[in-house]
């Protein structure tokens, strides 16, 4: 149920209910817990308001209990009964401004029970929507969460109306206490409330939160447009590692966000920077394949990039056989293996990089633990990627690529 029809049906209950606790007074037998005695000239004209009502018939029950009102020296508890009524006619009538007025002196008034309180606290808020008096919503919404009202919902009501209030400072402090509160009952966080946290964030100009909000996003409501966000935003980082651009380009393909010609095309040309041909072979055909490569005034430069990738495909796998066999470094283990995830070889990638590992002494050990954990991941082997890719350390941008990994091989 989205959150506009169930604030709906939620108002509509809560009239319900409030129908229930204010003609329940009218009686001079109610059970209240000090039951009220009215005179014969206030009761007269509540039961009459109470019978039009039953009957549909709102205006004149409305006019009755103004008579009810009129009635000279009305002691505290028969105003608090006169405007219980008077508020439950006054909504069914969608009169706001009467239900307004008769639910704020209630509120206020110490004739009326605290836990009484609570439902017309809920029905002042509804009449503020209805007349969009957004700040009289927020001050009723705050009020009922002070008195220990605990219905999620009206938090929920508050935090939309201050983001349409612009208020995106409260907006943040409230979803941080909204997050705290469904961590500590184990809620989900509906994707709705964390997409407001993100725009105020944005409003805000407060580029952390809104990161960690979009990686809140991703990690309960994974979708291809989170993905490609959080990768965009990796990459347009300052001071960007060169080495891991083509790693970058990796998680856009298995994100399925490898869409753009120029996207292809970069992701070759980086591979083939980085010896890694049979890569960039893969890619240009997957690019050709999607029609996307190969088109339009560009079509030349993307057939000449497949020669060149062919070419030197074919060079490596001449001499490729040898650099494994002299293989005895860590350097050069990690290297094999980066041409076995090339090919696509797991099985081969995954044992020359645990022979690297083992041999240690690495340079850049974040780039081989960030490189064996993917090969992991897609030899189907999550448990022991995860652990590799916790084990990443020293790069910030390979931390944050082999966390994001990570989430993949949930």
């Known amino acids: 149920m989205n959150t506009k029809n169930y604030r709906q049906a939620h108002w509509a209950n809560q009239l319900v209910l409030l129908t229930g606790l204010l003609f329940c007074m009218v009686s001079v037998q ?17 039961a009459a308001a109470q019978e039009a009502l039953k009957n549909n018939q709102p205006d004149q029950a409305l006019n009755l209990t103004r008579q009810a009102l009129a009635v000279a020296q009305l002691t505290p508890a028969e105003r608090a009964v006169v405007l219980r009524t008077q508020a ?20 206020a008034s110490p004739e009326v029970p605290v836990a009484d309180r609570l439902p017309m606290l809920e029905s002042l808020m509804n009449a503020g929507q209805q007349k969009k008096d957004n700040a009289r919503v927020v001050k009723w919404a705050r009020q009922y969460i002070e008195s220990g009202g605990s219905k999620p919902v009206i938090r929920v009501v508050m935090i939309q109306t201050l983001s349409v209030m612009g208020e995106h400072q409260q907006v943040v402090a409230e979803m941080l206490e909204k997050l705290r509160l469904d961590a500590s009952a184990g809620v989900k966080t509906p994707e709705q409330e964390l997409r407001m946290l993100a725009v105020s964030y944005r409003q805000l100009k407060d580029n952390a939160g809104y990161q960690a909000t979009l990686r809140r996003l991703l990690e309960a409501y994974p979708s291809k447009a989170y993905w490609a966000e959080v990768i965009q935003r990796l990459a347009q980082q300052p001071n960007l590692n060169p080495r891991l651009e083509l790693d970058l380009y990796r998680l856009l393909e ?9 996207e292809y095309s ?3 040309q980086q591979a083939l920077k980085a010896g890694l ?17 190969g088109q339009g005034s560009d079509g030349a430069a993307h057939a000449k990039l497949r020669t ?6 074919q060079e490596d796998e001449l001499t490729f056989a040898q650099l494994e066999k002299s293989a005895k470094d860590s350097a050069s283990w990690a290297g094999v293996g980066d041409v076995y995830a090339s090919q696509q070889n797991w099985t081969a990638a995954n044992s020359a990089y645990a022979k690297a590992l083992v041999l240690g002494s690495l340079r850049r050990e974040h780039e081989l633990r960030l490189h064996y954990g993917i090969s992991l991941i897609k030899a189907g082997q999550k448990d022991a990627a995860r652990q590799q890719l916790a084990a990443v350390q020293g790069d910030p941008l390979a931390m944050e690529l082999a966390s994001l990994w990570g989430l993949l091989a949930r």
């Open 254 to 262: 298995q994100t399925d966000n490898l869409e753009e010609a120029v």
């Open 88 to 107: 439950v006619v006054a909504l069914r009538a969608q009169n706001w401004d009467v239900a307004i007025e008769s639910l704020e002196f209630l509120v």
């Open 308 to 313: 060149e990738a062919k070419k030197k495909a």
């Open 266 to 268: 970069d992701m070759a």
């Open 277 to 293: 041909p049979s890569e960039a072979l893969r890619v240009l055909a997957k690019g050709f394949d999607a029609g996307v490569l």
């Open 30 to 46: 109610a059970q209240t817990p000090a039951p009220v005695t009215l005179r014969s000239e206030v009761h007269k004209p509540l």
